[in-house]
């Protein structure tokens, strides 16, 4: 047996009791970024193998968070950009993210799921079977865990401009006065995850250092941490040091 497994645990255990008593995110964000590397770094000719091991890990992941005082999760899984990939990988990921709903709905979990994205640029039976299975987790009391699909940065603020300019002419309002309604918290009241505090922390696995679009105006002074390791060799380690480095840093909120 290799010394690293043997001190793993140990290390692990270590990180734990440093988390005990200090100031920890409630809401985290997480791209889960390299299932595709790592499959072909696993040797796998055939990507889904990276793509299903990417689903397995949401599971555990949900489970560690039980462990801390997280109480949101954010995973980004499906960008408007990703829709632009081949048919038969569309496909694929649509299964493969369908049956991430249908676990985390399931009765082994007690967590809430909510669905946010753009849903109408997705297939109507997918997103309505999506739709379908988070809607049976709506009195569940655990974790909320936001699955992000169909999702783009820009997208969402163009969607809640159009849905604020849209809710504003319904109720009469004049169109001389409608620039005065787009303020920074009316905005906020119609982002995909309204009504939930933004993201304390975003953590993004496989390297690359940067947000690709991922909740452009919830993360504006969110602390970011990032990993070299790919989505599906996340282990609870990784999550047990990013929120270490969480709890050492002092949030400035753009002061």
């Known amino acids: 047996m290799k010394l690293s497994r043997l001190l793993y645990p140990l290390y692990e255990a270590r990180l734990a009791r440093e988390l005990k008593g200090v100031r920890q995110p409630k809401h985290i964000a997480i791209m889960a970024d390299g299932n595709r590397r790592w499959a072909r770094a696993e040797g796998h000719s055939d990507i889904s193998h990276g793509h299903r091991a990417g689903a397995e890990k949401i599971g555990e992941v949900v489970r560690w968070?039980?462990?801390?005082?997280?109480?949101?999760?954010?995973?980004?899984?499906?960008?408007?950009?990703?829709?632009g990939r081949e048919a038969q990988e569309l496909e694929l990921l649509f299964g493969i993210i369908g049956d991430v709903v249908d676990e985390l709905s399931g009765g082994?979990?007690?967590?809430?799921?909510?669905?946010?994205?753009?849903?109408?640029?997705?297939?109507?039976?997918?997103?309505?079977?999506?739709?379908?299975?988070?809607d049976r987790t709506?009195?569940?009391?655990?974790?909320?865990?936001?699955?992000?699909?169909?999702?783009?940065?820009?997208?969402?603020?163009?969607?809640?401009?159009?849905?604020?300019?849209?809710?504003?002419?319904?109720?009469?309002?004049?169109?001389?006065?409608?620039?005065?309604?787009?303020?920074?918290d009316s905005l906020s009241h119609h982002l995909y995850t309204s009504g939930q505090p933004d993201p304390d922390l975003v953590i993004r696995t496989s390297g690359?250092?940067?947000?690709?679009?991922?909740?452009?105006?919830?993360?504006?002074?969110?602390?970011?941490?990032?990993?070299?390791?790919?989505?599906?060799?996340?282990?609870?380690?990784?999550?047990?040091?990013?929120?270490?480095?969480?709890?050492?840093?002092?949030?400035?909120f753009g002061k």
């Open 65 to 83: 968070c039980e462990e801390t005082e997280v109480e949101i999760i954010t995973v980004y899984l499906l960008s408007t950009e990703n829709l």
């Open 108 to 134: 082994e979990y007690t967590c809430r799921v909510r669905l946010v994205g753009h849903l109408d640029l997705l297939p109507r039976d997918v997103a309505d079977r999506w739709r379908a299975a988070a």
């Open 138 to 184: 709506c009195d569940n009391t655990g974790l909320t865990v936001n699955i992000a699909v169909g999702y783009g940065g820009r997208q969402e603020i163009v969607d809640a401009v159009r849905n604020l300019i849209a809710e504003e002419v319904a109720a009469g309002t004049p169109a001389a006065e409608l620039t005065a309604k787009v303020t920074a």
């Open 208 to 252: 690359e250092q940067r947000l690709s679009g991922f909740l452009l105006w919830q993360a504006a002074y969110s602390e970011i941490w990032f990993t070299e390791t790919y989505w599906p060799a996340f282990r609870r380690i990784d999550l047990l040091r990013a929120l270490r480095d969480y709890s050492r840093r002092s949030r400035r």
